[in-house]
């Protein structure tokens, strides 16, 4: 069974970084890919980066294009999340994703998911 397993969230001020971890077990991941999206209370989830497995081939939400950055490492089977010049919008639960097929921008495409972790933004 596939287990997803985020960390790094926290409380930091505006313009600061943090960086977001997945470890992925339970199964070889060639093929798949792995995405992170959010949620803010009263908000529908929202996508905010993927990358394929294979490949590395990396795709970003409009909101945070330029300032995150998505990347995985196939030998110790994690996803890194690093988010710089974070600001208050930022603040959500942060999902960690697996989809055994091609690249996806909706949530609901995904088959796995880990337990999610709070970032908070303050002003």
């Known amino acids: 069974q596939v287990q997803l397993l985020e960390s790094g969230g926290g409380l930091v001020q505006a313009g600061g970084s943090l960086r977001l971890s997945c470890a992925a077990s339970?199964?070889?991941?060639?093929?798949?890919?792995m995405g992170w999206f959010r949620q803010a209370p009263g908000k529908d989830r929202e996508f905010v980066a993927a990358?394929?497995?294979?490949?590395?081939?990396?795709f970003y939400g409009a909101d945070v294009k330029g300032r995150f950055t998505i990347s995985r490492d196939t030998a110790k089977n994690t996803v890194s999340l690093q988010m710089n010049s974070l600001n208050p919008e930022d603040t959500a639960v942060y999902y960690c994703?697996?989809?055994?097929?091609?690249?996806?921008?909706?949530?609901?495409?995904?088959?796995?998911w880990g337990q999610g972790t709070q970032v908070t933004v303050s002003s």
């Open positions: 990358v394929t497995w294979t490949g590395g081939t990396t």
């Open positions: 994703g697996a989809r055994s097929v091609g690249p996806s921008m909706t949530a609901e495409r995904y088959n796995y």
């Open positions: 339970g199964r070889t991941f060639s093929g798949y890919t």
